[in-house]
């Protein structure tokens, strides 16, 4: 089966402009999440979607970041402006449902680097 | 708050050599517990879990790790490893059942001298 797509696979931009980052996840799962990996860290979840809902954004810097999964099925991330400290490698996931038994499966990642 | 400590940062092995990797968790409830992997280049993928059951767990490729619920551990453990376990190791943990959050440790970085 088709694993995680994300793209870009890399960006590099300066500080106060805008990316975004996009997420396919694999087909059928209805849960999907948006993690940060600052080198040296392990990921940190930034939020996590439930089909179309969001069901946990609370380390999503709010004044920044933003995420949407309109139709349910790929995934959206954008900062806005962006700041150096969130050079950092961005990380989709996907599982079939929310339950913590069901395996998340990650895709290869977005790298930001912020000048 | 949950938290996940993997102190070790980089662990170097020599082939054949045994492996444990150190996790704690710090979270006094029922606790569900992971050990991820990035292999040079690879995706993050599940090596094995532990929800129940049990308590010495087997994943895949030869690794085990073991739950001790009163240490507040959970160590992954490889009796021999080879050159290519040369990876990135994470320790994670979720608190609830029934949401997939889980947070993860910093990480160990293996490397294994052929």
């Known amino acids: 089966e088709a694993g995680v797509a994300q793209s870009p696979r890399y960006k590099i931009i300066e500080k106060r402009q805008s990316v975004a980052f996009w997420c396919n996840p694999i087909?059928?799962?209805?849960?999907l999440y948006w993690y940060q990996q600052i080198l040296g860290q392990g990921p940190k979840l930034l939020i996590q979607?439930?089909?179309?809902?969001?069901?946990?954004d609370s380390q999503l810097p709010k004044d920044r970041f933003s995420a949407e999964r309109l139709k349910g099925v790929d995934s959206t991330l954008k900062i806005q402006p962006a700041k150096l400290e969130d050079s950092a490698v961005y990380l989709c996931?996907?599982?079939?449902?929310?339950?913590?038994?069901?395996?998340?499966?990650f895709g290869p990642g977005t790298r930001l680097t912020v000048l | 708050a949950q938290s996940v400590s993997q102190h070790n940062h980089h662990v170097i092995l020599s082939e054949a050599a045994s492996l444990e990797l150190g996790c704690n968790y710090s979270?006094?409830?029922?606790?569900?517990l992971f050990w991820y992997v990035q292999y040079p280049g690879q995706h993050l993928q599940l090596l094995l879990k532990?929800?129940?059951?049990?308590?010495l767990v087997k994943g895949i490729k030869g690794f085990e790790a073991e739950f001790i619920k009163s240490k507040f551990s959970f160590n992954l453990r490889k009796p021999s490893v080879q050159w290519s376990d040369t990876a990135e190791y994470f320790c994670?943990?979720?608190?609830?059942?029934?949401?997939?959050?889980?947070?993860f440790g910093s990480g160990t970085r293996l490397s294994i001298r052929p």
């Open positions: 994670a943990v979720n608190a609830d059942s029934s949401a997939s959050k889980i947070i």
């Open positions: 532990y929800f129940s059951g049990d308590p």
């Open positions: 979607f439930q089909n179309n809902g969001v069901v946990d």
């Open positions: 087909s059928g799962h209805a849960t």
């Open positions: 979270y006094g409830g029922t606790v569900n």
């Open positions: 996931a996907s599982s079939l449902d929310r339950a913590a038994y069901n395996e998340q499966f």
